[in-house]
């Protein structure tokens, strides 16, 4: 008894040793420290790693969009600047106040059709203060051809009344002044800057718009927008005559429902190439004004247009093709 029960005594100690042993083995090979390394995996490698990642890409992928497309834009304008030499405001005008009536009058019509209107129109009414003083009627049976006759009565003699009260008869050569007159919004200001002023402006019309878009300039669909975004790719005094080659292409050739493709100068630099028709005869038949052998906007075009080939535009009663 003595024996048997000395023997578990000494036994006992020897298999706990062996269960001490066997149990610190398996905490060693225990599923509880790979555990604690894919802890340490996770909680130190991937951060390291992905901080170094992060800015070795960011700076590099970041400004090559931003070049590339600075550098297609101004390639483009280019094209656009041989192929349009002769490119110009398509409104008759011979002032300031002539220009800002014709700009607000082209709203929703054509620069042809108020090119037809407004040689009665600046007879009748040579100045701001005649215009001021206008029987509205008169004036609407004038306007008639241009459509929303009525709105466009209102707004050109309240902008004459503002230049005659306000400015002392005389168009303001800055755009705070020229957005506060009736009628006048950005796009009419710059027209105006830009043309009769001098001063650099974006005019984003209905084809420039259209086009900027289509060559991926900007994905922006408001007009202040797109000049921010169109602007900060070239240079200030590039602004004026950029707007006018891209509107005069925009009428020529890449027009809103059929694209002349086939026949477009600048096809090799188009993202949207396709859109319109690619066979070169076809897109020939497509193309309007000089390049196609027709009329232009004006009734009295630059020299520079007429050189080129241009031809005048035909007077009020004529019929001619909307532009």
Known sequence: MKATAATPAKVTPKKATVTTRKSAAAKKAAPAKPAQSAKKATSTKPPRSAKKATPA??????????????????????????????????????NAFQLVVATVLSAQTTDLRVNQTTPALFAKYPTPEDLAAANPEEVEEILRPTGFFRAKTKSVIGLSKALRDDFGGEVPGRLEDLVKLPGVGRKTAFVVLGNAFGRPGITVDTHFQRLVRRWQWTAETEPDKIEAAVGALFPKSDWTMLSHHVIFHGRRICHARKPACGACPIAPLCPAYGEGETDPEKAKKLLKYEKGGFPGQRLNPPQSYLDAGGIPAPPLGTPQGAG
């Open 57 to 94: 890409k960011s700076p590099q992928k970041a400004p090559a969009p931003d070049t590339a497309l600075v550098r297609r834009a101004r390639r483009i304008n280019r094209e656009l600047a041989e192929v349009y030499p002769y490119a110009h405001p398509e409104l008759d005008f011979e």
